[in-house]
Nanobody, 120 residues
């Protein structure tokens, strides 16, 4: 079983920054592509950014230039650095890594999410 824990959310003023973390634990072989999503109240969950196992990143236009993904494969931890935050970034943020399990299976699930609120 794979356990995902997101952390680092909080209340921040517009223009501020936060660093979200997503730690994966459990019995697995490796972590492939990681995606970060967010869901604002009353809205559908949307893809924010992704990073492949070799570090290639993609970002939604709404966060491009402000958010940066990184990963520490040795620690099975992924990070989302969010700068120049705007009120419209307010949402619950979730990570979803593609995990390689023993026996050739894969797992792609969600953590509990971490709340980010951007408000003055």
């Amino acid at each position: 079983q794979v356990h995902l824990v997101e952390s680092g959310g909080g209340l921040v003023q517009p223009g501020g920054h936060l660093r979200l973390s997503c730690a994966a634990s459990g019995r697995f072989l490796s972590i492939g592509t990681i995606t970060w999503h967010r869901q604002a109240p009353g809205k559908q969950r949307e893809l924010v950014a992704s990073i492949t196992s070799d570090g290639n990143t993609n970002y939604a236009d709404s966060v491009k230039g402000r958010f940066t993904l990184s990963r520490d494969n040795a620690k099975n931890t992924m990070y989302l650095q969010m700068n120049s935050l705007k009120p419209e970034d307010t949402a619950v943020y979730y990570c979803s890594p593609l995990v390689q399990l023993p026996g050739g299976k894969t797992y792609s699930g969600w953590g509990q999410g971490t709340q980010v609120t951007v408000s003055s």
